[in-house]
């Protein structure tokens, strides 16, 4: 469908080609760059731009054999066949009308004469010129001299860049591209204009670009339109039959091995390709490897063939890359792939391993083809538990749970009921929220394994379903016996250490944590790409909650680069660990966009286990910008995805409750519900979690959480708890001056939200004191920190903007109605009487001196009452 693109600015680039057309050292300006980078679109909006008369002509091809050809028919019928006469008729012709500006689009293709007439015009500056020229081609003599001899600015013109792509494709759709399709199509089309727009009509007509929660997506192949397929065509079908063969054989096999294509397609025609623009040869280490020059170039090529053709081809790839040593996965991959469709037949093994490799990789979609032609190659348990690990991942839960179910325990032997009741118990548990079922399969498998060493992989397995289900001390009690046996099997101790890893991040033991992530790294390259982010998750979680922000930083993006369409979970699950950080060192906008990215790309009910901490991250992020609605909302996704597989989230979606309750202005209720988060935790052993509720409740202006803030102090590791403590302390006894100092340290630590809190009580603190100069210096600390977090709005911030002499539960009902609630509703919030809010609204508009409802809500609100 054709959609209206619009224009992206390249303002540097403008003003100098107006600068040489309104006056300049130059007559004009030539641009250079690449086709389909907007050179001709750029060039005529900054000559229409001014004013003057303007006449456009282009050079083509089939004129270029015509002497005078552009401007020929500017002369009419003329019979003169000396061409000074001639040029000097087209000259007269063309200045006739007072042009000023002569506009050349494509000089490359200009014939020498008119070559010759246009220098001619620069040189007496009889007109102002404009031209574009294709870079990498051919140039007529007379057109290099106009910018070699400085008639003409010449201006490269670069393909845009990331940005400028993202921003071309974006006010296009009208809405957000998700990073990880913006780097995709940045990949695929290279920053040409041209490009992006036929790949996105293309994705657009086949259905792979599609908008999810509000963020557009890429998922599959990068889709090309039939009339970009043609412009590329036309240059395809020039090339010589040889070259054409090698474009052939590298579509299937991109990058492929320099000496592989030689043997295969010969030597000299590779190397005519590589003369010829339409490949790259580069190094690859001690290797040579052989590249498109543009990746849309593979996808004209492999509309051309037919299902004859490309099984041929890849087949003939197959049986050249079997004879050579398989050095690594992307190796067994790239074999694999070529097997899948070919005219050769290929073992059970391969594709096993190459199964093994793509979810290793957390290439999903390509794990789930291996695994598929394992399964239909007569593999056993094997071959479906790799299919049942790829679709429970994509969301496909129950075509999971059917493929291992099918399987009788009674006919495996101990290794592979260790594999099956794993996989098994992992969609059950965290896929399906079956933690009944879960418990039912793990107990069989755990009664029948004998062998010490195989029964080390439930033992950890049981770890780390107990602490999903609330059970730090089972959790960590299992995973101590897997970690303290020599020799566990990796499947074991990467399972032991997220379970124990989490148990201690939740307990506060941040020290101890770090070291089951390091257990786990160890085992990394034997375990599922995906199941990598949860041990990580925990590193992270536990460097967060203790105040450790730079290190949780560090590990949140450390080696997430994910770059293959099929990688879509993996980009989102690193966007929750990003996330998690934006949300702790106060950056909610980042945080935000980080967490509804990472939502949108994990829709898939095989994630299901990850959305329950992104929606607590994504509900503090908007409770802290004061909007409630988006926080509310978020907190719902999360409830309808509770229950036992993830009760060890209840105290933080509680906090999160609280969270919400400070943003509608119900502040006692917002504390109500952080001292419930707090003893929920504490009941759990959760004593980080425990501190940051009680902590929340701090922050809405609950002093009489000291004690308990203090007493965790000793038990919680790092300094942020120790931070929370101080502040504590001091709000318990209004001390300015202490509050002051617990905002630097909050600062330094980097959590800036709980920073721009402490300074704002200390304004108030100050007020009260009657320390004006204080006061107004913390009062600016909150106000510079709130902006930091991009505007955050909490209880204490409004409370130092705004000092009012009400309670706080004048303030509270108050609030509620600048918020638009009737009284009854009000009544109902805070459960109390009508009559008690009617009183309390009669004492708030006494004291600030206002007459009804409405003129009490536009003073909080900042508005002029009527």
Same mark, same amino acid.
């Given at each position: 469908?054709a959609?209206?693109?619009?224009m ?6 403008f003003?100098?080609i ?7 050292d ?5 641009l250079?760059?690449?086709?389909g @980078?907007?050179?001709?679109t ?5 000559a229409t731009?001014?004013s003057?008369n ?9 004129a270029r054999?015509?002497?005078l ?8 019928? #003329?019979?003169?066949?000396?061409p ?20 050349v689009?494509?000089?490359?293709l200009?014939?020498?004469?008119s ?6 015009l ?10 574009? @020229?294709?870079?990498?081609?051919p140039v ?18 670069p ?10 494709v ?7 591209l ?6 995709l ?17 293309g $994705?657009?007509?086949a259905?792979?670009?599609r ?8 998922r ?8 970009l ?13 040889s ?6 054989l590298?579509?299937?096999?991109e990058?492929?091995?320099f ?21 790259r ?7 040579l490897?052989?590249? #498109?020059?543009h ?6 090529? &492999?509309?051309?063939?037919?299902i ?5 081809? &890849? ?30 037949s ?36 094997e071959?479906?538990?790799l ?9 496909h839960r ?21 594999r ?13 929220g ?13 009664s ?5 060493k195989?029964?080390l ?18 959790a ?11 020799? $566990?099997?990796?499947?074991a ?9 989490l ?7 941040a ?7 390091e ?7 034997h ?5 990598r ?5 925990a590193?992270?979680?536990a ?7 730079? $290190?949780?930083?560090?590990? $949140?993006?450390?080696y997430?680069? #994910?770059?293959?369409?099929g990688?879509?979970?993996?980009w989102?699950m690193?966007k929750i ?6 949300v702790a ?15 949108a ?8 286990a ?8 994504l ?7 004061? &909007?409630p609605?988006e926080?509310a909302?978020?907190?719902a996704?999360a ?17 999160a409750?609280?969270?919400?309750a ?8 917002a504390?109500?519900r ?6 929920a ?18 922050r809405?202006?609950a ?12 038990r ?17 006894r ?16 980097g ?13 108030t603190a100050?007020?009260r ?33 705004q ?10 009902i108050?609030?509620?109605?600048a ?12 459960t109390?009487?009508?009559?008690t ?9 006494t004291k ?19």
């Amino acid at each position: 469908m054709a959609r209206n693109w619009p224009m992206i600015e390249r303002a540097n680039e403008f003003e100098a080609i107006r600068a040489t057309l309104t006056g300049s050292d130059h007559v004009g300006a030539v641009l250079i760059g690449e086709p389909g @980078v907007g050179k001709t679109t750029l060039a005529r909006r900054a000559a229409t731009a001014g004013s003057g008369n303007i006449r456009w002509v282009a050079g083509t091809e089939s004129a270029r054999s015509i002497p005078l050809g552009v401007f020929a028919h500017m002369v009419g019928v #003329y019979t003169a066949h000396d061409p000074v006469t001639f040029m000097a008729a087209a000259r007269e012709a063309l200045l006739a009308d007072g042009l000023t500006i002569i506009g050349v689009d494509d000089a490359h293709l200009l014939d020498q004469l008119s070559a010759t007439l246009l220098l001619q015009l620069a040189i007496d500056k009889a007109a102002r010129i404009v031209a574009t @020229v294709r870079d990498g081609v051919p140039v007529p003599d007379a057109v290099t001299t106009l910018w070699k001899d400085g008639h003409l600015l010449r201006i490269q013109l670069p393909p845009f860049t990331q940005q400028q792509s993202v921003d071309l494709v974006e006010s296009m759709l009208d809405g957000q591209l998700e990073g990880f399709t913006a780097n995709l199509m940045w990949e695929s089309s290279g920053g040409n204009a041209l490009f992006l727009r036929h790949l996105v009509e293309g $994705a657009l007509e086949a259905g792979s670009l599609r908008q999810v929660n509000g963020v557009w997506q890429l998922r599959g192949r990068a889709a090309v339109t039939s009339e970009l397929a043609a412009l590329l065509e036309d240059r395809v079908e020039q090339l010589p039959e040889s070259v054409l063969r090698v474009l052939e054989l590298l579509t299937f096999c991109e990058p492929a091995d320099f000496q592989v294509m030689a043997e295969l397609a010969g030597e000299e025609a590779v190397e005519a390709a590589e003369n010829g623009g339409v490949i790259r040869v580069v190094e690859d280490g001690r290797d040579l490897v052989v590249r #498109y020059t543009h990746p849309l170039f593979g996808e004209v090529i &492999r509309r051309r063939l037919g299902i004859a053709t490309s099984r041929r081809l &890849r087949g003939k790839l197959y049986s050249a890359l079997k004879q050579r040593r398989i050095n690594s996965a992307a190796d067994r991959i790239r074999l694999a792939e070529l097997a899948l469709d070919s005219d050769k037949s290929a073992d059970l093994e391969l594709f096993e391993s190459a199964a093994e490799d793509a979810i290793g990789l957390a290439n999903l979609p390509l794990g789930e083809r291996f695994a598929r032609a394992a399964v239909e190659r007569r593999g056993g348990v094997e071959s479906a538990d790799l299919l049942a690990r790829a679709l429970l991942w994509q969301g496909h839960r129950i075509e999971a749970e059917r493929t291992l179910a099918g399987f009788d325990a009674d006919d495996l032997d101990e290794v592979q009921l260790a594999r099956w009741g794993s996989t098994r118990v992992s969609n059950l548990l965290w896929a399906m929220g079956d933690a009944d079922k879960a418990d039912e399969v793990l107990r069989l498998v755990r009664s029948r394994i004998t062998h010490p060493k195989i029964a080390l992989i439930t033992t950890g397995l049981a770890a780390a379903c107990a602490v999903s289900e609330n059970r730090l001390g089972d959790a960590l009690r299992e995973s101590g016996q897997v970690l303290r046996a020599a020799d $566990a099997p990796p499947w074991a101790v990467w399972w032991a250490a997220f379970g124990g890893g989490l148990a201690a991040a939740l307990l506060g033991r941040a020290a101890e944590a770090r070291e089951y992530a390091e257990r786990g790294r160890a085992v990394e390259p034997h375990i599922d790409g995906l199941n990598r982010f949860m041990s990580t998750h925990a590193e992270v979680l536990a460097l967060v909650l203790t105040g450790d922000l730079a $290190a949780a930083g560090h590990r $949140a993006t450390e080696y997430f680069g #994910y770059s293959a369409p099929g990688q879509y979970l993996a980009w989102g699950m690193s966007k929750i660990l990003q996330g998690t950080v934006d949300v702790a060192y106060g950056r909610f906008v980042a945080g935000i966009d980080n967490l509804e990215q990472a939502l949108a790309a994990l829709t898939a009910e095989g994630a299901a286990a990850w959305m329950f901490p992104a929606r607590i991250r994504l509900a503090e992020a908007y409770a802290a910008l004061g &909007r409630p609605v988006e926080a509310a909302e978020s907190i719902a996704e999360a409830e309808a995805r509770g229950g036992r597989h993830s009760a060890v989230y209840g105290p933080q979606l509680e906090i999160a409750r609280a969270c919400l309750a400070a943003a509608e202005g119900t502040v006692s209720a917002a504390v109500e519900r952080a001292v419930r988060a707090a003893d929920a935790a504490a009941r759990a052993g959760q004593h980080a979690v425990e501190a940051l509720a009680l902590h929340t409740a701090a922050r809405f202006g609950a002093g009489s959480v000291a004690p308990r803030l203090a007493d965790l102090a000793e038990r919680v590791d790092g300094p942020l708890v120790r931070a929370q403590a101080r502040h504590a302390v001091a709000l318990s006894r209004q001390d300015g001056a202490g509050l002051d100092a617990a905002a630097a340290d909050f600062e330094n630590l980097g959590a800036r939200l709980s920073a721009a809190d402490a300074a704002a009580q200390a304004a108030t603190a100050h007020d009260r004191a009657g320390d004006r100069r204080r006061l107004l210096e913390s009062a600016a600390h909150a106000n510079r920190l709130a902006a930091a977090c991009g505007g955050a709005s909490t209880p204490a911030l409004r409370d130092a903007a705004q000092p009012l002499p009400l309670t706080v539960r004048e303030r509270e009902i108050a609030n509620l109605v600048a918020a638009g609630l009737s009284n009854r509703q009000i009544a109902d919030r805070l459960t109390v009487s009508i009559r008690t809010v009617e009183g309390h609204l009669y004492r708030a508009c006494t004291k600030l001196d206002v007459t009804d409802r409405e003129s009490l809500a536009a003073l909080l609100r900042g508005e002029s009452a009527r």
